[in-house]
């Protein structure tokens, strides 16, 4: 029995549900209708946006190599400004919008991809060097003044309820974890990501194309933040500078409290949209117990390193 | 190898870590930023002739030294493959604590300094017992780390403000012996990682960052070698924060926000890999100043101010990429 629940505290993916369950308790005990289904509606629309960043950014993590992207959230901003000024509430406008802001996004991560791949750079400096060109470009089309908002049609799709009470964001959020649960599963390129997550030269050697691979998962996650940046327009309506600021290391914390290793190769999205429900939860627990702000941030952090605390620490070395 | 076939031919990855790269890359890292920062400083004088004058020069080193002790600390962080995403959060927590020391207890100085240094070294102490002896990921556990710093220097004081007596900052802003202050702060950090470079530490902190099996198996204490590289780290982040009490003569919880990155962009400019292992101290100090060149060339060639962002994202993208590439091309 002991043996047992050791075995299940050793998954990720059930650490993380239990500590979300946790969270609920004690988010319900301190403050009564914290666990209300309003409130977890809420929540659980705050995760969907976090968790589609985070989805790219996990198939970054798995490829391996020191993957990692920082330029998710920067993406996320330009995505939602240019998506709310190619739309101007019109829903006309919305496919061609939509379409555009994909396009856009997905070769800003295939950019990055080419210089991880082609270049070698290493992607922490890869995308720390496309973080300051995106906010660059995001200057220059904003010139500092936040303007487009979302056209009526998105609004209604993002945040309508659809069934159960639960906004279509969820169902979108859902969707793509499923879609990519079958792409890691199922799909050759799927397992190619772990392949050379797992072993780089043994891929290359049994015919993986490992630089094409590794620069589509970048690509993706460009894709991805793409996707959370029309999301996060029809949510709030407008936009505001820096929108996606906040998504850019919460989505790594998010992939590895889901039991993505940051050595690439192993884990999964299931993990990750779990991670990003909890990380969600935490913050909003916190909010709601009125602690002032230098209080959320410390028990955040606490938190965190608590929770590190049952996985995701390196091996002992050994002589 | 020739850079096409590097993609048609999946190449199994040379073993990064028990390598042979040339002496070059070893020995001198940092050539390629110095060649970077001359033509900077270059760039910066037909631009603005006065550069070389005293006064310019000295406000110009005033303005880039916060940065440049940080990243001094962040180099040896990742010499040891680690990383430091606390660093901005050490400085903020720094800065506050001593300004309100200063404020709170009517000009002691002395008590402020003291406690701000204070304050840096145990704040990488607890960065290095995650990493270190919990063998936490020091990505997840510094992000956490400073969260929770962030949130402490905003306890310790809310909103920017707090003063510091007249003598401090004009001091800091001086000469002492007809060169500035800061000169002299920046002379002395770069004698205190002289003589860490000359310890048996540093021998260490290269092999644990280049190979840490390796290391640990030829005796080298492993945990201990990478708690004193974040101590190391937390006193010059702890140094950054002191000279921006001197910078801007007063305190704000988010001054250092944007050090961490910033901090990570110059050791990377300076040549040091962030697979550990391979770089200096000095590299990361040219790395730093060539970021604030890069705004200074920016501001002076008269660029509409929208395009600043972006022309300065592409310079510091082209010059991060293009340092890689050469690096390896004159290593493999």
Same mark, same amino acid.
């Given at each position: 029995?002991?043996?047992?629940?050791?075995?299940?505290?050793?998954?990720?993916?059930?650490?993380?549900?239990?500590?979300?369950?946790?969270?609920?308790?004690?988010?319900?005990?301190?403050?009564?209708?914290?666990?209300?289904?309003?409130?977890?509606?809420?929540?659980?629309?705050?995760?969907?946006?976090?968790?589609?960043?985070?989805?790219?950014?996990?198939?970054?993590?798995?490829?391996?190599?020191?993957?990692?992207?920082?330029?998710?959230?920067?993406?996320?901003?330009?995505?939602?400004?240019?998506?709310?000024?190619?739309?101007?509430?019109?829903?006309?406008?919305?496919?061609?919008?939509?379409?555009?802001?994909?396009?856009?996004?997905?070769?800003?991560?295939?950019?990055?991809?080419? #210089?991880?791949?082609?270049?070698?750079?290493?992607?922490?400096?890869?995308?720390? #060097?496309?973080?300051?060109?995106?906010? #660059?470009?995001?200057?220059?089309?904003?010139?500092?003044?936040?303007?487009?908002?979302?056209?009526?049609?998105?609004?209604?799709?993002?945040? /309508?309820?659809?069934?159960?009470?639960?906004?279509?964001?969820?169902?979108?959020?859902?969707?793509?974890?499923?879609?990519?649960?079958?792409?890691?599963? /199922?799909?050759?390129?799927?397992?190619?990501?772990?392949?050379?997550?797992?072993?780089?030269?043994?891929?290359?050697?049994?015919?993986?194309?490992?630089?094409?691979? /590794?620069?589509?998962?970048?690509?993706?996650?460009?894709?991805?933040?793409?996707?959370?940046?029309?999301?996060?327009?029809?949510?709030?309506?407008?936009?505001?500078?820096?929108?996606?600021?906040?998504?850019?290391?919460?989505?790594?914390?998010?992939?590895?409290?889901?039991?993505?290793?940051?050595? #690439?190769?192993?884990?999964?999205?299931?993990?990750?949209?779990?991670?990003?429900?909890?990380?969600?939860?935490?913050?909003?627990?916190?909010?709601?117990?009125?602690?002032?702000?230098?209080?959320?941030?410390?028990?955040?952090?606490?938190?965190?390193?608590?929770?590190?605390?049952?996985?995701?620490?390196?091996?002992?070395?050994?002589? | 190898?020739?850079?096409?076939?590097?993609?048609?031919?999946?190449?199994?990855?040379?073993?990064?870590?028990?390598?042979?790269?040339?002496?070059?890359?070893?020995?001198?890292?940092?050539?390629?930023?110095?060649?970077?920062?001359?033509?900077?400083?270059?760039?910066?004088?037909?631009?603005?002739?006065?550069?070389?004058?005293?006064?310019?020069?000295?406000?110009?080193?005033?303005?880039?030294?916060?940065?440049?002790?940080?990243?001094?600390? +962040?180099?040896?962080?990742?010499?040891?493959?680690?990383?430091?995403?606390?660093?901005? *959060?050490?400085?903020?927590?720094?800065?506050?604590?001593?300004?309100?020391?200063?404020?709170?207890?009517?000009?002691?100085?002395?008590?402020?300094?003291?406690?701000?240094?204070?304050?840096?070294?145990?704040?990488?102490?607890?960065?290095?017992?995650?990493?270190?002896?919990?063998?936490? +990921? @020091?990505?997840?556990?510094? =992000?956490?780390?400073?969260?929770?710093?962030?949130?402490?220097?905003?306890?310790?004081?809310?909103? @920017?403000?707090?003063?510091?007596?007249?003598? =401090?900052?004009?001091?800091?802003?001086?000469?002492?012996?007809?060169?500035?202050?800061?000169?002299?702060?920046?002379? @002395?950090?770069?004698?205190?990682?002289?003589?860490?470079?000359?310890?048996?530490?540093?021998?260490?902190?290269?092999?644990?960052?280049?190979?840490?099996?390796?290391?640990?198996?030829?005796?080298?204490?492993?945990?201990?070698?990478?708690? *004193? @590289?974040?101590?190391?780290?937390?006193?010059?982040?702890?140094?950054?924060?002191?000279?921006?009490?001197?910078?801007?003569?007063?305190?704000?919880?988010?001054?250092?926000?944007?050090?961490?990155?910033?901090?990570?962009?110059?050791?990377?400019?300076?040549?040091?890999?962030?697979?550990?292992?391979?770089?200096?101290?000095?590299?990361?100090?040219?790395?730093? =100043?060539?970021?604030?060149?890069?705004?200074?060339?920016? =501001?002076?060639?008269?660029?509409?101010?929208?395009? +600043?962002?972006?022309?300065?994202?592409?310079?510091?993208?082209?010059?991060?990429?293009?340092?890689?590439?050469?690096?390896?091309?004159?290593?493999?």
């Amino acid at each position: 029995m002991l043996a047992r629940a050791k075995v299940l505290l050793a998954r990720p993916l059930v650490v993380a549900s239990i500590a979300i369950l946790a969270l609920l308790a004690v988010g319900e005990v301190l403050s009564p209708g914290f666990a209300s289904p309003r409130q977890i509606v809420t929540q659980l629309v705050i995760a969907a946006l976090l968790g589609v960043v985070a989805a790219g950014q996990n198939l970054v993590i798995l490829g391996g190599r020191e993957g990692i992207d920082l330029s998710v959230g920067s993406i996320v901003s330009l995505s939602a400004f240019l998506a709310g000024n190619l739309m101007q509430q019109n829903d006309a406008n919305m496919p061609l919008a939509v379409v555009a802001v994909l396009a856009c996004s997905f070769l800003i991560g295939l950019a990055s991809g080419i #210089g991880v791949t082609m270049l070698r750079i290493p992607p922490l400096v890869m995308t720390l #060097g496309m973080l300051g060109v995106v906010n #660059g470009a995001l200057v220059l089309l904003t010139r500092g003044v936040p303007s487009g908002r979302a056209a009526p049609l998105l609004s209604q799709i993002v945040s /309508r309820p659809v069934l159960f009470d639960l906004p279509g964001i969820v169902f979108i959020w859902i969707a793509i974890g499923g879609a990519l649960a079958l792409l890691l599963r /199922r799909t050759t390129f799927g397992i190619n990501i772990y392949a050379i997550g797992a072993n780089e030269a043994a891929a290359a050697l049994a015919g993986v194309p490992v630089p094409r691979t /590794r620069a589509l998962t970048f690509a993706l996650s460009g894709l991805f933040s793409g996707v959370t940046g029309i999301l996060l327009l029809g949510y709030t309506g407008n936009v505001f500078v820096g929108a996606g600021d906040q998504y850019m290391l919460p989505s790594i914390i998010a992939v590895v409290i889901g039991g993505t290793s940051l050595a #690439g190769g192993n884990g999964g999205y299931t993990g990750t949209m779990a991670g990003a429900v909890f990380l969600v939860e935490l913050q909003s627990i916190l909010t709601t117990l009125n602690i002032p702000a230098f209080g959320r941030q410390i028990v955040f952090g606490v938190t965190l390193l608590a929770l590190m605390l049952f996985y995701g620490r390196q091996r002992r070395l050994k002589s | 190898m020739p850079a096409p076939d590097a993609i048609s031919t999946p190449s199994p990855e040379p073993p990064r870590r028990s390598p042979q790269p040339g002496l070059s890359r070893y020995r001198r890292p940092y050539l390629l930023a110095a060649a970077v920062l001359i033509v900077l400083a270059a760039t910066n004088v037909a631009l603005e002739p006065n550069f070389l004058t005293f006064g310019v020069a000295a406000s110009n080193l005033s303005a880039f030294l916060p940065l440049t002790l940080a990243a001094i600390g +962040q180099t040896y962080v990742v010499l040891a493959s680690d990383i430091d995403l606390s660093n901005g *959060a050490i400085v903020s927590l720094v800065n506050v604590t001593a300004v309100t020391i200063i404020d709170g207890m009517h000009g002691s100085i002395g008590l402020g300094l003291a406690a701000g240094l204070g304050v840096g070294l145990a704040a990488g102490a607890v960065n290095g017992m995650f990493v270190a002896y919990l063998r936490y +990921q @020091a990505i997840v556990t510094t =992000f956490a780390t400073g969260v929770a710093f962030s949130g402490l220097a905003l306890w310790v004081l809310p909103q @920017a403000g707090g003063q510091v007596p007249a003598s =401090f900052y004009t001091s800091y802003a001086g000469s002492y012996l007809f060169v500035p202050t800061v000169a002299w702060i920046l002379i @002395a950090a770069s004698a205190f990682a002289a003589l860490i470079a000359r310890l048996r530490f540093y021998h260490s902190l290269r092999a644990v960052g280049g190979n840490m099996q390796a290391a640990f198996q030829t005796g080298v204490a492993v945990a201990r070698v990478r708690l *004193a @590289a974040y101590v190391i780290s937390g006193f010059f982040a702890a140094l950054s924060g002191l000279a921006l009490v001197g910078e801007t003569a007063s305190g704000d919880p988010l001054i250092g926000g944007g050090f961490t990155l910033s901090s990570i962009t110059a050791v990377v400019l300076g040549g040091t890999a962030l697979s550990g292992g391979v770089g200096s101290v000095l590299g990361s100090v040219l790395g730093a =100043f060539i970021l604030g060149l890069i705004s200074n060339v920016i =501001f002076f060639a008269q660029a509409p101010f929208a395009w +600043q962002g972006l022309i300065q994202g592409a310079i510091i993208l082209l010059a991060l990429s293009g340092g890689v590439v050469i690096a390896r091309r004159s290593g493999d």
